[in-house]
């Protein structure tokens, strides 16, 4: 049995409020014992239980917290849009369209090619301090091009998303709905087997309400769990019909009505709120207090896809949380760990108590706080996940 004891820790966020105080269940002075890949024991480093020899390592006064839960992301894709970007700050704005570009070079990409760039960008999360990802398809949008994305997905993460229902590709232009019988047949009998999740863009200029829904609800006669794009070009029915049918989270929510609201305070769907892609848009920022206000639960995900948010780093969404929605340090935090955890329905991660699979994240920093405090400046310093050494420049690997 391997055991590991991460001993000196000035400032541990557990998210277990029994451990420690507030929400983030925060310990100071503690210590995290690790066995097997899983936390067996957090709290202060003066209790710390007797046990087998356990390899040592010592924090050193800094913050330990769990690693993050990105529920949101689009990895499988080949081609590059930094000229669009660059359109889009001289001032053109963004429409769903720009999907297209992406879908046109995935499309021509080798499975290698596509399976290079998902490994590439999971590390660079994985740098970060994103020890969970999804990651979707939706940039093939033809059966088999919709099937291999979501191979390539599942060789890097569990969590894989079926998002044929992304944009109409060009080839149906016109006849949306010969697309949507396409996504609720044969293209789903194919991509089913290779997903857990699956998610529709509903907005203006990719699928109405009554197409969301229907394809939603085949999904879920195969065994998948919705998860919808609402709300992030305009306010419309994807909040309603997310929460109808018990999707797992709706994402976006840049526009959302009162009884948009209402539904995801009082229904189980996470509302994941996704400031990368206001940032990469310069679009107004999704109102956070408001939903927190209400009572919803609140996840930050990067969105990391090629057109409107290309990032891989929740700590940088933690800072666009606090700063441009005005959410607290410990609100974004949680939001980032615990929340993305709620929004895939796992208790095994986004949290460092007894039972949790060890996903930790080491900052070079006395607390999590400054994650929001000091934006941009690469704090991560280590991440072990399932308690092995992962990324960072410390621990040295065993
Ligand atoms: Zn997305």
């Not at 999360?125 to 059966?143: H, I, N, P």
């Not at 990469?280 to 939903?291: C, H, I, K, V």
């Not at 996840?299 to 700590?315: H, V």
């Not at 329905?345 to 994240?361: C, F, K, M, Q, Y």
């Amino acid at each position: 049995m391997t055991s590991l004891l991460i001993d000196g820790i000035g400032s541990l966020v557990t998210n277990d409020p029994a451990l420690g105080s507030g929400p983030l269940g925060v310990v100071p002075d503690a210590a995290l014992v690790v066995e097997d890949g899983r936390v067996t024991w957090a709290g202060p480093r003066s209790r710390v239980p007797q046990g087998a020899a356990r390899e040592r390592f010592d924090a050193a006064g800094r913050a330990v917290l769990p690693g993050f839960v990105d529920s949101h992301a689009h990895l499988v894709f080949a081609g590059d849009r930094a000229a669009e970007f660059a359109a889009r700050m001289a001032g053109r704005p963004y429409s769903a369209g720009g999907i297209r570009t992406t879908v046109e070079a995935t499309r021509a990409a080798s499975d290698d090619t596509l399976r290079a760039g998902v490994r590439r960008l999971v590390a660079e999360a994985l740098c970060s301090g994103t020890t969970t990802v999804e990651c979707k398809s939706g940039y093939g949008l033809t059966v088999p091009d919709e099937a291999r994305c979501l191979r390539v997905a599942g060789e890097h993460t569990e969590e894989v998303t079926f998002l044929g229902a992304h944009v109409v590709p060009p080839e149906y232009a016109g006849r949306p709905d010969d697309y949507v019988d396409l996504v609720c047949g044969p293209m789903l009998d194919a991509c089913a087997p290779h997903a857990r999740w699956i998610d529709v863009f509903c907005d203006r200029g990719a699928f109405d309400g009554d197409q969301t829904r229907a394809i939603l609800a085949a999904g879920r006669e195969r065994g998948l769990v919705p998860r919808v794009h609402a709300g992030q070009l305009q306010a419309g029915p994807g909040v309603a019909v997310a929460v109808e049918l018990g999707a797992a989270s709706a994402d976006h929510l840049t526009h959302l009505t009162a009884a948009d609201v209402d539904a995801l305070a009082s229904g189980g769907t996470v509302a994941t709120l996704l400031p990368g892609a206001e940032f990469s848009t310069r679009s107004p920022y999704p109102d956070a207090r408001r939903l927190l206000d209400a009572g919803a639960t609140v996840a930050l995900a990067a969105d990391c896809n090629p057109g409107s948010s290309y990032t891989t780093s929740m700590p940088f969404c933690i800072a666009l949380a606090v700063r441009e929605m005005r959410m607290t340090p410990d609100e974004a935090v949680w939001a980032a760990t615990m929340g993305g955890a709620r929004a895939l329905r796992r208790t095994d991660v986004g949290r460092l108590s007894p039972g949790a699979r060890a996903d930790v994240v080491l900052l070079d920093a006395p607390s999590h706080v400054h994650l929001a405090y000091r934006p941009g400046v690469p704090l991560v310093a280590a991440v072990w996940r399932a308690g092995v050494p992962a990324a960072g420049a410390e621990p040295p690997s065993r």
